[in-house]
């Protein structure tokens, strides 16, 4: 989002990004999640947010749960990029790439009620 935008004011129409991937998940070595916001900050996004599950399956039907036995558990893992269409699809081309094989990733247009920084 380009601008600021107030309760009260109209909304906005913009695009939700969601991309699922699990806690082991790696590129160029490193956490794929901590690259794909890198990323999204890089392309001047408007924010990312993310969020670690403590349970879930994906493509491939085999649960991932915290085990006392096992120290990776590759748990799920969420990210969460709201902007405009333009700027998501930015994103979404810059990752096809380097996101490999697995994961999913979904789009969804979404009403911005409020964007803005907190007052410091």
Do not use: C, K
């Not at 601008?3 to 794929?32: H, K, M, W, Y």
């Amino acid at each position: 989002m380009t601008a600021s935008v107030n309760l009260g004011e109209e909304p906005r129409t913009g695009r939700l990004l969601r991309i699922f991937l699990g806690e082991g998940d790696r590129i160029d070595g490193r956490p794929a999640f901590r690259v794909v916001v890198e990323t999204a900050r890089e392309l001047g996004l408007a924010g990312a947010t993310v969020l670690h599950g403590s349970m879930g399956y994906g493509a491939n039907s085999v649960i991932h749960r915290p085990e006392l036995w096992r120290v990776s558990h590759d748990l799920p893992v969420v990210i969460e990029v709201v902007d405009e269409e333009a700027r998501v699809s930015a994103l979404i081309e810059r990752l096809e790439g380097m996101l490999g094989g697995g994961g999913l990733i979904t789009v969804e247009s979404v009403r911005v009620l409020r964007y803005q920084a907190a007052a410091r």
